[in-house]
């Protein structure tokens, strides 16, 4: 047996998530079923970083064990072939045996965009949430420059994850920014790295500071719900749609 | 009766191109029904450029007449929520009873997009055609060149519209240049400017420069187009996904 690690961008407009279920297009389970029919053996991928359903990713990270010993390049291009155009390959590479995507990993990043316009967008719709009023940008970093550090995030969680579970409720935030894009005005982008994130942690992050920009909220409400440990001094859950996983670091 | 312009963008990819047809979706058929919601009377509407099955806008205009007197920036709201999140209204406004899309139109600017990368493209999948091997831009430069002028583009036309046999096959190509984007090197454009085109006649300069830009034809190959008249000389038709309407100007 050897260990392989794929790095992955898809978009995840038409799958319910990463996680193999029977009877839902998921990615895993494209994945996975992609892998056994280029391998001939089954095949069970480990995520690096949760993507929730209609969550795209464009620095996804998994591993899975295999006994075929086919070359990597090999290996990438026939999993390109045949795994549909919403889901691209990017890398195939030999790691050691003990790699896991998810266990290994010491951080990810993700991004929220936001078509912020009074017109809807045709090209991003699928890549944004749109926001018709002006955000206050300023007001947004503010507010969200008080959730680096180590923190009990637990009043941005919506639902309890298995693993949020075993590991708790605190993270550390490794830096958190919303900046808009230079050339396009219209959309906004918003940053975030920390060592892990509880399920919906980002989109309610998001969520409440779309608040605050939108001048219904304080910038201290970030703080606020740190501070509560409530999630009902949250502001709605944004749209799966605006969020892209973009890296996994080891 | 009142003459209105509509200004829109759209997403081609999965209308069955512009005009009106029993039993399929085309972005006409889909305009004319909002229109007659809204207006609460049937509505016929003459777009300015062709685009085909699977072609993009982001500037076609296209003018009807109605009774309704309904304001301007009223109708475009009530368009906007109703017409779908693959067509958006970007302007309406009063024309004089004389304008035709059509017929008052000076010129159309058509904008055809690669993705050239040894990888497919997630994001740019339904926006650009995907060539993996390298472009001499160029070359690609040196062939279209030749197309700027008065000329007779038969050899271009694969499939003749009532139009052209109106208008015979003489147009005027006032610009016509290959780049590659600066941020983005994977990007590849064609932007190309005519008094008006010929059926897949932006298709098919496209498809006989990517043989250009890939060294199995010669960069004199358009101009010996132009000169034989003779279709059998060019390159294959390039993909509908890659071209998009920018402009009809008046």
């Known amino acids: ?34 892998l056994e029919r280029v391998l001939g053996e089954p095949v069970r991928v480990t995520p690096g970083g949760r ?41 195939v590479a030999e790691a050691t045996e003990t790699f896991d995507a998810r266990r290994s990993a010491r951080g990810r990043r993700y991004r929220y965009s936001i078509w912020n316009s009074p017109d809807r967008t045709i090209r991003e719709r699928n890549w944004t949430t749109h926001i018709a009023s002006p955000l206050d ?7 969200c420059g008080t959730l680096v550090g180590k923190h009990d995030f637990i009043a941005f969680q919506t639902h309890r994850a298995q ?16 900046e808009r894009d230079l050339n396009e ?7 975030i ?8 942690m980002v989109r309610t992050i998001v969520g409440s500071s779309i608040l ?15 501070e509560s440990r409530d999630r009902r001094d949250a502001g709605p859950t944004a749209p799966a749609c605006g969020l892209t996983l973009v890296e996994v670091t080891y």
Request: net charge negative.
């Open 1 to 34: 047996m050897r260990t392989l690690r794929l790095d992955l961008a898809y978009e995840g407009t038409s799958f319910r998530g990463f996680a193999p279920q029977p009877g839902e297009r998921t990615i895993g389970g494209v994945l996975e079923a992609t």
């Open 51 to 91: 993507t929730d359903s209609g969550v795209h990713a464009c620095g996804q990270v998994v591993s899975f064990a295999t006994s075929n010993r086919m070359e990597c390049s090999t290996l990438r291009r026939a999993l390109n072939a045949l795994v549909g155009d919403e889901i691209l390959v990017t890398a």
């Open 137 to 143: 940008i300023d007001a947004m970093n503010e507010a």
């Open 163 to 178: 693993d949020d579970v075993e590991k708790g409720t605190e993270r550390t935030v490794r830096s958190a920014s919303w």
């Open 185 to 191: 005005a219209c959309l906004v982008r918003f940053d």
């Open 193 to 200: 790295e920390a060592d892990g994130f509880l399920r919906h």
């Open 212 to 226: 605050v920009g939108l001048g219904k909220e304080r910038s201290t409400q970030l703080a606020f719900m740190l």
